[in-house]
């Protein structure tokens, strides 16, 4: 059987021009390798958004990392702050990968 290793999965849906700040934060808590995806639109507590093409002012971008609990922990401490403020949505579970050593 292959042998699987305990991770933490973060996921911050965040407006595209927050981005940089967020990857910063997440590289101060040790987290250097991550994903950036593209959202389509959706619906919240503020109502219904979409990506604007023309002018990007509601693009939200999804960043996804893999990491350690201790990386994951600094993480979110750093980013609790702006959850509100910046209207952020964070979530954060447990999974469990294959070669763990490349998520450390």
Do not use: C, N
């Given at each position: 059987?292959?042998e ?8 911050v ?8 700040a ?60 702006l ?9 954060s ?12």
């Amino acid at each position: 059987m292959t042998e699987t290793i305990h991770r933490r999965r973060i996921e911050v849906l965040a407006d595209e021009p927050l981005i940089p700040a967020i990857v910063a934060l997440a590289a101060e808590a040790g987290i250097i390798h991550y994903t950036l995806l593209p959202t389509a639109g959706g619906a919240g507590a503020h109502g219904r958004w979409r990506d604007d093409q023309l002018s990007g002012a509601t693009a939200k971008v999804m960043l996804l990392a893999i990491t350690s609990q201790d990386h994951a922990a600094a993480f979110i401490d750093r980013l609790a702050p702006l959850l509100e403020s910046h209207h952020l949505l964070l979530m954060s579970s447990d999974v469990e990968v294959v070669r763990g050593r490349k998520f450390d």
